[in-house]
């Protein structure tokens, strides 16, 4: 059975700077969106050619966590 939980308990499960990069990419509230995974936490939290880190940084993340 799959755990649903917020962006921000996901994104905890990050190592740093990953962690802080993510949450401070999510401009929505990131602790009332839900996802059930950490993998689609990161791929809906916050749009990945906007950020500071770019695309290729966050795809190359998102992979390792599929």
Same mark, same amino acid.
């Given at each position: 059975? *799959? ?6 308990? &996901? ?10 990069? =993510? $949450?401070?990419?999510? *401009?929505?509230?990131?602790?009332? $969106?839900? =996802?059930?995974?950490?993998?689609s936490a990161i791929?809906?939290?916050?749009? &990945?050619?906007?950020?500071?880190q770019g695309y290729?940084? &966050?795809?190359? $993340? ?5």
């Open positions: 059975m *799959k755990e649903f939980k917020s962006l921000t308990s &996901w994104y905890n499960e990050l190592p740093e700077p990953m962690k802080s990069e =993510a $949450i401070e990419n999510c *401009k929505r509230n990131p602790d009332t $969106i839900v =996802a059930d995974s950490l993998y791929l809906v939290g916050f749009m &990945w050619t906007t950020s500071k290729q940084y &966050w795809n190359n $993340i998102s992979k390792k966590y599929n």
